[in-house]
């Protein structure tokens, strides 16, 4: 079966650094998204990881480990722009189907 | 570039009625997937069409259909409309939709379906 787990919510503060984290049960991983969604908008990439390890894109980084079905996104240097929910979504099977996690609803209090 | 379309923004139906709604992706892109949002459940897959064709789909019922034309628009089709149908329903499309590449999926602005 497929499961992803991410917390539902967060709370940091502007100018601070936040790990965002989720794990997840599939068969066949082919990838793993991370996408940004502010309230009442479509949801933004923000990164791809496919490999293990950390891919670094300014403010923002994605941590893989395939091995313990498990990722992070980390921002950092928050701004109140970053208010928004982060979700996260796993490529997986022969037919690639993409499967989200809830998201997580981040806050950031000046 | 323009991005993703979708039409209409906003919908309103009575239970038992049919609703279509249409995705125009980015030019170029061949892969159209749809999704169901809603507070409860989160973004849930619909299904995924590339060149025409349903690559894969989601847990839906049959009310639930979809189609890609050869210019790669695709519409969604719900049928028999129940309260719980109410959602936004999000097109996402991407270059590509095999494995090996990078898939960066860009979604349009959704439609937001009202079942009354």
């Known amino acids: 079966g497929q499961n992803i787990d991410q917390p539902t919510e967060m709370t940091a503060t502007e100018g601070a650094i936040v790990q965002i984290n989720c794990t997840y049960q599939?068969?066949?991983?082919?990838?793993l998204f991370w996408y940004q969604q502010h309230a009442g908008e479509a949801p933004t990439f923000l990164s791809y990881?496919?490999?293990?390890g950390l891919e670094e894109k300014g403010r923002f980084s994605s941590f893989l480990s395939r091995s313990k079905g498990y990722s992070y996104l980390l921002l950092k240097e928050l701004q109140m722009k970053d208010s928004a929910s982060y979700l996260c979504?796993?490529?997986?099977?022969?037919?690639?189907?993409?499967?989200f996690g809830k998201g997580t609803r981040l806050h950031i209090l000046p | 570039k323009a991005g993703v379309t979708q039409t209409p923004r906003y919908l309103i139906k009575t239970r038992g009625q049919q609703v279509t709604l249409s995705c125009s992706p980015i030019?170029?892109?061949?892969?159209v997937s749809w999704y169901q949002q809603t507070p409860g459940q989160g973004l849930q897959f619909l299904f995924e069409?590339?060149?025409?064709?349903?690559?894969n789909k989601g847990n839906f019922p049959g009310r639930f259909s979809g189609r890609q034309f050869s210019n790669s628009r695709s519409e969604m089709n719900v049928s028999t409309l129940e309260l719980g149908d109410s959602a936004l329903y999000l097109c996402?499309?991407?270059?590509?939709?095999?494995?090996?590449?990078?898939?960066?999926?860009?979604f349009g602005p959704g439609t937001r379906l009202t079942v009354t």
């Open positions: 996402a499309s991407s270059l590509v939709a095999r494995t090996g590449g990078m898939y960066e999926q860009y």
């Open positions: 599939t068969s066949g991983f082919n990838g």
């Open positions: 990881n496919v490999l293990d």
């Open positions: 979504a796993v490529r997986e099977g022969r037919d690639d189907k993409i499967i």
């Open positions: 030019s170029g892109h061949r892969s």
């Open positions: 069409y590339f060149s025409e064709t349903q690559r």
